[in-house]
């Protein structure tokens, strides 16, 4: 706790050090947000039946210098039913200076690791705040000191994390929610969230070929989920991981792949790898098509992606209004009434306006598939942000 009190005071420091230099930028987006849900939950009186709406805000602030670039974006949401939905965050509190060939950042930052579509094994330094959305894309921002060196040869990045953050969960009050009540967290390490992670990354272009290669050590982001008579204790483990991601270039095509050696609680092996093929002027107009395909594998029986091929198509208008659709479909080749499918679609209304559409159904026959939880929880989002 000493040392994130000393990043949190470290980065108000240099935020009052420049407070009468450059002008601050402010910007940031509010929205509204419903959630329609196709079918009851069964066995749960306090979900919602059918919708679930609330409102958001993320403010943000930067100020930049020759030198340096100092940032704070907060957020915050309400919800109309699950109280663990309502919350807010410290998305970024952070003060970045460089010089030559490093940069040194201190505060609260998200740092994002990854190449694939469907899923992202290596990225691992912030938490999940799984209550924003399902797909995992949504970060808890992370206490942190970051060094950088660009050199010819590749860059490295190395980072020390002083505190750990408990992933966000639905509560039995809300829907994508486990059917028992959510108990308190356990550790493994008796510091519990005072622990103190390492990272560091290498990551180097060579000709076509973005290759990065990833260590971290400290407390597991994925917590395990042990099943009480009353309720559900999520137990976070100690782990180290080594990662690798690659992405090549060749035209049209991009190949990627993700890959990690995780020794936790369990000791195993996953990876997803594919490849995003993109039509360029389908049908003699100025829109693109991407055609993507990807594979994953993980040693753990019970594991989401465990042996499962994902499809999916990404279509971009090239519009003024930036329209684009995607949709995916995630099938688990060891049961064909396993699958998932995913609808995204978007577009600005004017300058300040966004539309956003998400959707997803689930399937499984089979009670020992984590989407068999969610066999009853096929949704709709429909989202409007105002940018300022």
């Known amino acids: 706790?000493?040392?994130?009190?000393?990043?949190?005071?470290?980065?108000?420091?240099?935020?009052?050090?420049?407070?009468?230099?450059?002008?601050?930028?402010?910007?940031?987006?509010?929205?509204?947000?419903?959630?329609?849900?196709?079918?009851?939950?069964?066995?749960?009186?306090?979900?919602?039946?059918?919708?679930?709406?609330?409102?958001?805000?993320?403010?943000?602030?930067?100020?930049?210098?020759?030198?340096?670039?100092?940032?704070?974006?907060?957020?915050?949401?309400?919800?109309?039913?699950?109280?663990?939905?309502?919350?807010?965050?410290?998305?970024?509190?952070?003060?970045?200076?460089?010089?030559?060939?490093?940069?040194?950042?201190?505060?609260?930052?998200?740092?994002?690791?990854?190449?694939?579509?469907?899923?992202?094994?290596?990225?691992?330094?912030?938490?999940?705040?799984?209550?924003e959305g399902f797909d995992g894309e949504d970060k808890l921002g992370q206490p942190m000191a970051q060094f950088k060196a660009v050199k010819e040869i590749g860059t490295f990045d190395f980072w020390i994390l002083p505190y750990f953050r408990e992933r966000t969960l639905p509560s039995t009050e809300g829907r994508l929610a486990f059917p028992l009540p959510l108990l308190d967290a356990q550790f493994e390490s008796s510091?519990?969230?005072?622990?103190?992670?390492?990272?560091?990354?290498?990551?180097?272009?060579?000709?076509?070929?973005?290759?990065?290669?990833?260590?971290?050590?400290?407390?597991?982001?994925?917590?395990?989920?042990?099943?009480?008579?009353?309720?559900?204790?999520?137990?976070?483990?100690?782990?180290?991981?080594?990662?690798?991601?690659?992405?090549?270039?060749?035209?049209?095509?991009?190949?990627?792949?993700?890959?990690?050696?995780?020794?936790?609680?369990?000791?195993?092996?996953?990876?997803?790898?594919?490849?995003?093929y993109t039509q360029v002027g389908i049908f003699d107009t100025v829109m693109d098509l991407g055609w993507i395909a990807e594979y994953s594998f993980d040693e753990r029986d019970s594991a989401f992606n465990q042996n499962d091929l994902f499809v999916g198509w990404r279509l971009a208008f090239n519009d003024m209004d930036g329209y684009e659709i995607l949709f995916g479909l995630s099938q688990d080749l060891d049961s064909q009434h396993t699958f998932s499918a995913k609808l995204e679609a978007s577009g600005r209304v004017g300058e300040n306006w966004k539309w956003q559409v998400d959707a997803w159904a689930f399937a499984s026959d089979q009670s020992n598939s984590p989407l068999f939880l969610l066999k009853d929880e096929d949704f709709i989002e429909l989202s409007l942000s105002y940018y300022f």
Not at 107 to 115: A, C, R, Y
Not at 222 to 240: C, D, H, K, S, V
């Open 191 to 276: 510091k519990e969230h005072n622990t103190l992670d390492l990272a560091m990354r290498y990551s180097h272009t060579l000709e076509d070929w973005d290759i990065g290669l990833s260590y971290f050590d400290g407390t597991n982001r994925e917590p395990y989920l042990q099943q009480r008579p009353n309720g559900i204790t999520p137990f976070y483990a100690q782990m180290w991981q080594l990662g690798t991601d690659i992405q090549g270039v060749f035209g049209d095509w991009l190949l990627k792949l993700e890959a990690i050696h995780r020794d936790s609680l369990e000791t195993y092996f996953a990876m997803t790898t594919g490849f995003e």
């Open 1 to 131: 706790m000493k040392l994130t009190a000393l990043c949190g005071g470290a980065t108000l420091l240099a935020l009052s050090q420049s407070a009468h230099a450059e002008p601050w930028q402010h910007s940031g987006e509010a929205q509204v947000q419903q959630r329609g849900f196709f079918q009851k939950k069964p066995h749960s009186e306090n979900a919602p039946k059918h919708w679930q709406g609330s409102v958001m805000i993320e403010p943000l602030w930067q100020k930049v210098t020759d030198s340096s670039l100092t940032s704070v974006k907060l957020f915050g949401r309400v919800d109309s039913h699950d109280k663990e939905r309502t919350h807010w965050d410290i998305r970024e509190l952070s003060y970045l200076t460089y010089w030559d060939d490093y940069e040194f950042k201190i505060g609260i930052d998200k740092v994002f690791w990854g190449v694939t579509e469907s899923q992202h094994l290596v990225d691992v330094i912030n938490q999940t705040d799984s209550v």
